[in-house]
């Protein structure tokens, strides 16, 4: 875990440089044949690094990537829950970088851009599920005011990226989201994570498998959830479990509390609908390992870093219904399969709007916007803090979002993150226009 975490820090080893105010990064999307856990076989890997280097910048800096297409198919760049434009060379999810090509990305983060875990993926309409599956995903951190809260500066930070591993899927694994047996935590089979007694871990988490959920439990030890897809929430929170479904991320703090020993980090079952429900027994992502004490005692933070509310929208409720048609025969938003030549959604630039999106599916779909992040809004009216940018939305259940429209004019979608889904039409197009 520390190699891997040392090493896929942006350096020049992993083709990444940050100076003031700007990072630069190349990333060779190629297929390996590549070693994980005795499993041989190909996958595509950017810089031959299962998952992909950390990419890390702060508020305010230029953002260069140059993506070079090493694949014998298109592919691109998305970058996932970035608030930056979502046109030109920014993060356009409608480029297309054929083989042998490359392009650079190019964008500014905002300087009031809130820190936290984001990541890049490929967001081809039609392969995303596998390229995704096969590989190609990373991390994308923004450092700032989060960081520099003394207790959170203090604590061993980890990153924890979860891949699964599926083979080529059936017509009938398809619909249901691809799986595969064997699961990663950033790239190793069950690493040990180092804790020290009295100092407190720091765990950025992210679910990179296109179809998989999560549902995390450490053993004896509580979560103490500070950040969620968007960045932080007002204080620490406690839970005994976790349920990360494709595409989130949640940054959490877990205290060294307990007697020495060794505390598995579990994965727990959950039934997500549809065919094929395995009912998987528990099984281990990860140990955590004490080895020795920390030279302070560090404590909980009691504040984070304060997120700006988004005030209520005085525009009617749009309702988004997603949908299965007859045996997962169709994947539709209102109705309508993927169809990137139309708009779905207009939206005025500058203006906050709540959605309400209905599953009449029997999947759960995680529902995902681009660009915008949003505050859930519950059946008391009352909008959480959290900022996210992935909502799950239970089979037979609705949620209602409340997402502001900053800053950025342009078209990008919205879509559910069970990759598949995605790529069998479950996405929508979204124009914001002054
Ligand atoms: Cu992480 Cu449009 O996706
Ligand atoms: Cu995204
Ligand atoms: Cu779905």
């Keep these: 875990m520390t190699r891997r975490r040392f090493f896929g820090l942006c350096s020049a080893a992993v083709g990444c440089a940050r100076a003031e105010g700007l990072l630069e990064a190349s990333l060779e999307a190629r297929p390996e044949w590549m070693d994980l856990d005795g499993r041989a076989g190909w996958r595509y890997a950017y810089n031959g690094r299962l998952p992909g280097p950390v990419l890390e910048a702060r508020p305010g800096d230029t953002v260069r990537v140059a993506l070079t297409n090493r694949l014998a198919e298109a592919t691109n760049l998305h970058f996932h829950g970035l608030h930056i434009p979502p046109t030109g060379s920014g993060d356009n999810p409608f480029l297309h970088i054929p083989p042998g090509e490359s392009f650079t990305y190019e964008f500014t983060i905002p300087e009031q851009h809130p820190s936290g875990t984001f990541w890049y993926h490929p967001h081809v309409h039609g392969s995303a599920a596998r390229q995704v599956s096969l590989g190609l995903a990373g991390l994308f951190v923004v450092r700032g005011e989060m960081d520099e809260i003394p207790e959170i500066a203090a604590a061993s930070e980890r990153f924890l990226v979860l891949q699964d591993w599926p083979e080529e899927p059936s017509p009938m694994e ?10 990663t935590a950033s790239g190793l089979r069950d690493p040990i994570l180092p804790a020290a007694q009295g100092g407190l871990m720091r765990l950025r988490i992210l679910n990179a498998s296109s179809s998989r959920f999560y549902r995390l439990r450490m053993e004896d030890h509580p979560w103490y959830v500070i950040a969620t897809d968007g960045g932080p929430i007002p204080e620490p929170a406690g839970y005994d479990e976790l349920l990360v479904t494709p595409g989130q991320r949640v940054e959490v703090l877990v205290k060294g509390d307990r007697a020495e020993g060794r505390y598995r980090l579990l994965n727990l079952p959950y039934d997500r609908g549809g065919p094929l429900f395995r009912g998987l027994a528990g099984e281990t992502l990860a140990t955590l390992e004490y080895q020795g004490r920390a030279e302070t005692t560090v404590g909980l933070p009691t504040r984070l870093p304060e997120a700006t509310p988004l005030p209520k929208s005085d525009l009617p409720r749009r309702t988004l219904v997603m949908s299965e048609g007859m045996m997962g025969m169709s994947f ?29 599916g029997g999947m759960d779909h995680p529902f995902h916007l681009h660009t915008n992040s949003f505050q859930v809004v519950g059946a008391d009216g009352v909008a959480e803090r959290a900022r996210r940018d992935v909502v799950l939305v239970p089979r037979g259940e609705r949620r209602v979002i409340r997402a502001g429209f900053f800053d950025y004019p342009g078209k990008t979608v919205y879509h559910c993150h069970i990759l598949d889904h995605e790529d069998l039409g479950m996405m929508g197009t979204l124009e914001v226009a002054a």
């Design 174 to 183: 398809r619909i249901r989201g691809r799986e595969g047996a064997l699961v």
């Design 332 to 360: 539709t938003i209102n109705g309508r399969t993927f169809d990137d030549r139309r708009v779905d959604t207009r939206v005025r630039l500058g203006s906050v709007e709540e959605w309400e999106i209905v599953n009449r």
